[in-house]
């Protein structure tokens, strides 16, 4: 799952509502809490996204100069 996208998703989803402003997302990667404050369109802040952080590439690179 994208988090980027959930919260984009999330602060879209709000439409005209403004306050606190708490939306449970369900995605393949499991269940996200997406809270923020949004005083109109324009000015949204606090944002936090909530949920499990899950380790999934390892890898290396060589960068020759």
């Known amino acids: 799952s994208c988090g980027t ?4 998703a999330a602060i879209a989803a709000s439409g005209n ?7 449970d997302i369900k995605t ?5 809490l997406v809270s923020f404050d949004k005083k109109d369109a324009s000015h949204i ?3 936090i996204l909530h949920g ?6 390892s ?6 100069i």
């Open 52 to 57: 499990p952080a899950t380790y999934v590439y």
């Open 17 to 23: 509502a403004t306050g606190h402003i708490r939306t």
């Open 5 to 8: 996208g959930v919260t984009a």
């Open 45 to 47: 802040v606090n944002v």
């Open 59 to 64: 890898g290396e690179i060589a960068i020759t």
């Open 28 to 32: 393949p990667g499991g269940n996200l």
